[in-house]
């Protein structure tokens, strides 16, 4: 049972408009929310995180949303740009434990 | 170059041989972690280190066994594996396991094909 879900396995999004990328989570007592982004042949790297004791975080073109009572958060992009395209996964943690990794969305930016 | 170094970068062999996949870290970080990532699959935690010490196995088949010599190298050594354990294998830091403060930080990935 997967406790972290990205339902959209890909998305395509024309440069200069707003890419949003979507994750749900099944577990309440996870506290602490990332994105990472992954280059073909690269590691995954930290992209923006989120405390659950926020609804938003906001890093340059980078902004997460999250919805606690709904159980998702959200990674929008503005604005999206061809070097944008790439793998992003949602990770989520409840303090002691490890982080649960969702299965990724691959975002294709079109110039 | 993000810190965390895995060679090698590709490997090839067969289901006889045996090989190690090392992981070197020098950010400081105490928790040391082994994923699996698999075609259209998330990412599967397989091994936790966290100051030297295993405190997770993810129940991993034993024809993967890792080990930690010290907080800043982690290896995994594979013997007779199989077709389907071909997939990329990441590790990744932290500064403690289990603290989400401060995230990941994840090597380059050892692609692995089982021949």
């Known amino acids: 049972d997967q406790q972290v879900k990205q339902n959209s396995p890909s998305l395509s999004v024309q440069e200069g408009r707003i890419s949003i990328l979507n994750c749900d989570y099944t577990n309440s007592m996870f506290d602490y929310f990332l994105w990472y982004k992954k280059y073909p042949a690269e590691g995954p790297t930290f992209l923006i995180s989120i405390s659950s004791i926020k609804d938003k975080n906001e890093d340059g073109r980078f902004t997460v949303f999250l919805n606690k009572s709904a159980k998702h958060l959200s990674l929008h992009i503005v604005p999206s740009q061809p070097g944008d395209s790439a793998v992003y996964f949602c990770a989520a943690i409840n303090y002691g434990q490890n982080f649960v990794f969702g299965p990724g969305t691959r975002l294709s930016v079109l110039p | 170059e993000t810190g965390v170094t895995q060679t090698p970068r590709h490997l090839v062999m067969g289901m006889t041989n045996k090989k190690s996949l090392k992981c070197e870290q020098h950010?400081?970080?105490?928790?040391m972690y082994w994923y699996k990532q698999s075609a259209k699959k998330p990412l599967e935690l397989m091994f936790v280190y966290n100051f030297k010490e295993q405190t997770e196995n993810n129940s991993v088949p034993s024809r993967f066994s890792p080990e930690c010599p010290n907080s800043s190298h982690l290896f995994l050594h594979l013997h007779t594996l199989q077709p389907e354990d071909s997939a990329l294998y990441l590790c990744?830091?932290?500064?403690?396991?289990?603290?989400?403060?401060?995230?990941?930080?994840f090597g380059s990935g050892t692609r692995l094909t089982v021949v």
């Open positions: 990744a830091s932290s500064q403690e396991s289990g603290q989400g403060d401060y995230g990941y930080t």
């Open positions: 950010l400081g970080h105490n928790a």
